[in-house]
């Protein structure tokens, strides 16, 4: 089964994602730059957030171009990421609007911590499409960033409870973490 419609349908998910979040964004009251400052909560949460949409679409986009076919199994897993990149704009909009606070925060967290879910285990299923003993196999490797990311995530979440600002945080360094695209898929990319 070829996977240009799986890249085209997951890049027009994304850009909507995109779009919805920054419809969220709202015209300050008042023309001077003083007038952003109430604004700074949703600001830094769509900052956060527009970054994070940008790692998975960089990812995912190098992952697909290093793969040679998809089937319905990652058809599916590669819907469950969607549906989980789906739902940041609205912790996105709960969080900036409610100043950080406990729950906001961390149903921002668990969201993310679905989405790197959902990203390895659609890694995963790509692997046993193509064989342990393929090259997409060998180039992911055992993919400890993937994996450490979601160790971030839940202990992010926990840590929320003491106060949020420190999942806050801890979200941050996964984005910070990723911030350059994952070169194994880039440098097979190039090699071929």
């Given at each position: 089964m070829g996977?240009?419609?799986l890249e085209a349908f997951s890049d027009g998910v994304i850009a909507i994602i995109i779009t919805i979040m920054v419809l969220e964004l709202k015209i300050p009251v008042g023309d001077k730059l003083n007038s952003l400052w109430p604004l700074w909560p949703k600001l830094l949460?769509?900052?956060?957030s527009f970054?994070?949409?940008?790692?998975?679409?960089?990812n995912h986009h190098h992952m697909m171009h290093a793969v040679e076919k998809v089937s319905g199994g990652v058809l599916w897993t590669n819907?469950?990421?969607?549906?989980?990149?789906s739902l940041i704009p609205f912790a996105t909009a709960w969080m900036g609007e409610n100043h950080f606070t406990l729950w906001p925060v961390v149903v921002y967290g668990f969201i993310l911590m679905l989405s790197?879910?959902?990203?390895?285990?659609?890694?995963?299923?790509?692997?046993?499409?193509h064989g342990k003993?393929?090259?997409f196999a060998k180039v992911l490797g055992s993919d400890y960033k993937g994996?450490?990311?979601?160790r971030i995530y839940a202990i992010a979440i926990g840590l929320s409870f003491i106060h949020p600002m420190i999942?806050?945080?801890l979200y941050a360094l996964v984005a910070a973490m990723w911030f350059i695209p994952d070169r194994r898929f880039e440098k097979k990319i190039t090699s071929q």
């Open positions: 996977k240009g419609r949460s769509y900052i956060l970054v994070y949409v940008a790692i998975y679409w960089n819907m469950l990421l969607l549906f989980w990149l790197a879910t959902s990203y390895i285990i659609l890694a995963r299923c790509l692997v046993s499409l003993d393929s090259v994996k450490l990311s979601v999942g806050f945080a």
